[in-house]
């Protein structure tokens, strides 16, 4: 099992940046693609970034070139960095830890966390 549990979302002005940390337990973190998704109510959850376990990223179209997302496998976390933003990015984030485990395959999601964009 796997628990991630999220912080450092808030209300921000419009082109400045918030840092999300995503502090996960567990002994199988390194093995896991982490990622950190976000939903508006009415629509989908969508991917806004992953990291796979070798550190390839991967980022939604909307958020290249302004977010960053990194993974410390001795701290067992990840962090979403997210610069320039804009009140589109508002949104709940949630982490996300997914991969195979002794030939099981696992998913988890975090609690969420609040991000605000004022314009």
């Known amino acids: 099992q796997v628990q991630l549990v999220e912080s450092g979302g808030g209300l921000v002005q419009a082109g400045g940046s918030l840092r999300l940390s995503c502090a996960a337990s567990?002994?199988?973190?390194?093995?896991?693609?982490m990622g950190w998704y976000r939903q508006t109510p009415g629509k989908q959850r969508e991917l806004v970034a992953d990291i796979s376990s070798g550190g390839r990223t991967n980022y939604a179209d909307s958020v290249k070139g302004r977010f960053t997302i990194s993974r410390d496998n001795a701290k067992n976390t990840v962090l979403l960095q997210m610069n320039s933003l804009i009140p589109e990015d508002s949104a709940v984030y949630y982490c996300n830890a997914n991969g195979w485990i002794n030939y099981l395959y696992v998913n988890y999601w975090g609690q969420g966390t609040q991000v605000t964009v004022s314009s």
């Open positions: 567990g002994s199988a973190f390194s093995i896991l693609t």
